[in-house]
């Protein structure tokens, strides 16, 4: 776990409920996405919070997600969830996802997503705002 969290820091702590897991005893392979949502979003609120841009009818919206599956997960479990970056572009941004099992003291489950820089106001994609490229790139 100290590798986790020393590569990850500010991971986003989700505790796995019950209506988590399916038929099969395990987290339903959809619940992953929440997963991956609740982390990106306490990103933003952490580092740059979206609220000003959704005001001006910009934000970053999702156009591809992936997942893969490593180990079942199963209720209860706490899973730490971390986010780094790369394939930053003009209009988009692919953010990488690691969940950590507290339980079973290994990476469970990787993932990624494309972001795109979207006018809502307009219907199509935007640059990508210079403030958020730059934490991006921390990331």
Not at 67 to 95: K, Q
Not at 113 to 131: H, I, R
């Amino acid at each position: 776990m100290a590798d986790f969290t020393e590569r990850y820091p500010d991971a986003c702590s989700i505790k796995v409920t019950w209506g988590d897991m399916d038929a099969l005893q395990h987290v339903n392979n959809v619940a992953y996405f929440r997963y991956f949502e609740d982390a990106r979003i306490e990103f933003f609120n952490r580092e740059f919070p979206l609220t000003e841009m959704y005001r001006q009818g910009l934000g970053p919206v999702i156009s591809e997600n992936h997942a893969s599956y490593r180990r079942p997960v199963v209720y209860p479990d706490t899973l730490l969830v971390g986010i780094s970056c790369s394939e930053i572009g003009d209009d988009r941004f692919t953010l990488h996802y690691e969940v950590f099992s507290t339980q079973q003291q290994c990476v469970t489950t990787t993932g990624s997503s494309v972001a795109v820089m979207f006018d809502f106001k307009q219907g199509k994609k935007t640059p990508l705002p210079t403030d958020l490229r730059a934490i991006l790139q921390r990331l």
